[in-house]
C-alpha cells in the first residue's frame, strides 16, 4: 500500500520558519519526482516545489510566490522529502500535501496533508 | 504560465446522466501531460486520468478523457452517488505546474 505521510505543520507568525516533512512507502521512492503542493480555499490547488531524480541532479522547480523563501530536498536513504520555508506570510497558509509524481508532471501519490497556519 | 479554465464552476447531475467538464489551456499542451484528479469532501485529491485520457489504477470505466492542444475534457457515462466531488484538471507540461480552478459536482 502507497502511503505518504507529511508531518510538520502548524502555527507560525508572519516572518518564521518552519519545516514540513513527509515519509513515503509503499512504492520506490527514489524512482519518483517529489513534489508539495498546497491548497487554500482563495487560491485553490497551487503547485509550490518539485524535485528530480539523482539522475537528474536532484534538480529544483519552485512557484515564483515562493522561490528565495523555500527550500525542497529529499533523502532518498530515508524515502523522505521536505520542505523549509522561511520568512513565511499570510498567503503561505494552506493545506500542503507531499506528491510522488513522474517525467510527465502527474501527481500519482498523494499524501494527507498538513496544515500551515501563518498568523500574528 | 498555463492557464487553465475549467468549466462549469459547479453543477449538479441526476444519476445515471452523463457530464462533461472542460478545461481550456491559455496555450497548447501535448496531450501527454494533462491529468485530472478527483477531491471528495474531506478528503486528498487522487489521481482519475492521466494523459488525457489514461485511467488510473482502480478508476470506474465511467469516466474517459479526451482532447488535444487547448481542449480537454473529462466525461463521467453515466452519474452515480459516489462521484459527488470536486474536479480539477492539471498541466505537467512546464513550470509552474498549473490546475485548473476545479468543477464541483453534485448530485440531483
Known amino acids: 500500500e502507497v502511503k505518504l505521510e507529511e508531518s510538520g505543520g502548524g502555527l507560525v507568525q508572519p516572518g518564521g520558519s518552519m519545516k514540513l516533512s513527509c515519509v513515503a512507502s509503499?512504492?520506490?521512492?527514489?524512482?519518483?519526482?517529489m513534489n508539495w503542493v498546497r491548497q487554500s480555499p482563495e487560491k485553490g490547488l497551487e503547485w509550490v516545489a518539485e524535485i528530480r531524480l539523482k539522475s537528474n541532479n536532484y534538480a529544483t522547480h519552485y512557484a515564483e510566490s515562493v522561490k528565495g523563501r523555500f527550500t525542497i530536498s529529499r533523502d532518498d536513504s530515508k524515502s523522505s522529502v521536505y520542505l523549509q520555508m522561511n520568512n513565511l506570510r499570510a498567503e503561505d497558509t494552506g493545506i500542503y500535501y507531499c506528491t510522488g509524481g513522474s517525467s510527465v508532471g502527474a501527481f500519482a501519490y498523494w499524501g494527507q496533508g498538513t496544515l500551515v497556519t501563518v498568523s500574528a | 504560465e498555463i492557464v487553465l479554465t475549467q468549466s462549469p464552476t459547479t453543477m449538479a447531475a441526476s444519476p445515471g446522466e452523463k457530464i462533461t467538464i472542460t478545461c481550456s489551456a491559455s496555450?497548447?499542451?501535448?496531450?501527454?501531460?494533462l491529468h485530472w484528479y478527483q477531491q471528495k469532501p474531506g478528503f486528498s485529491p487522487k489521481l482519475l486520468i492521466y494523459r488525457t485520457s489514461n485511467l488510473a489504477s482502480g478508476v470506474p470505466a465511467r469516466f474517459s478523457g479526451s482532447g488535444s492542444g487547448t481542449s480537454y475534457s473529462l466525461t463521467i457515462g453515466t452519474m452515480e452517488a459516489e462521484d459527488v466531488a470536486t474536479y480539477y484538471c492539471q498541466q505537467g507540461s512546464s513550470i509552474p505546474r498549473t490546475f485548473g480552478g476545479g468543477t464541483k459536482l453534485e448530485i440531483k
Open positions: 509503499g512504492f520506490t521512492f527514489s524512482n519518483y519526482w
Open positions: 496555450s497548447s499542451i501535448s496531450s501527454n501531460y
